[in-house]
């Protein structure tokens, strides 16, 4: 793995994530999306499952989440829990698709995974055209998670 990927997930680590975070909210003219998946109770897991298991549940969102974003998409692992993607040129009803299909396939990986279910917060914010607007996007949509 290089410095800009997580080593677990192979996803882009939190230091290029806020690198692009920080770029887009210097772009004007587009809207971007962030979206924010966060794995409930993480802390309760370091105490219920061993680091293996808690690994495949981390894996588990990580590739759920690989199917669920365009090519273009920034999506990081922003801290041992959490996820953070980065959207550009979508609207809100898009955001909201995704974040419905990212719980439905949270559910769908619990029926399969009986053993370490998983409980996720996905919340999702939009941008607007303003200098800056997407550091307060990326802030909202971690207040506006919704459980699965």
């Known amino acids: 793995m290089d410095i800009l990927h997580d080593s677990l997930t192979g996803l882009y680590n939190k230091h290029f994530f806020d690198e692009e975070l920080e770029r887009l909210s210097k772009t004007r003219g587009i809207k971007i999306g962030v979206i924010i998946c966060d794995i ?11 680091p293996s298991e808690r690994d495949k549940i981390t894996l588990g969102l990580a590739s759920m989440l690989k199917t669920s974003f365009r090519e273009s998409d920034i999506i990081a692992r922003t801290t041992e829990e959490e996820f953070g993607i980065l959207l550009e040129d979508v609207s ?5 698709e995704i974040s419905k299909r990212i719980l439905e396939k949270v559910e769908s990986f619990n029926k399969i995974s009986t053993q370490l279910p998983m409980s996720v917060y996905v919340g999702w914010s939009l ?11 990326f802030y909202d949509a971690g207040k506006n998670k919704k459980k699965e």
């Open 92 to 96: 809100e009803d898009l955001l909201v």
């Open 40 to 50: 409930e109770n993480f802390d309760e897991a370091h105490m219920k499952y061993s």
């Open 127 to 137: 941008s607007d055209n303003s200098y800056g607007d997407v550091k307060k996007a």
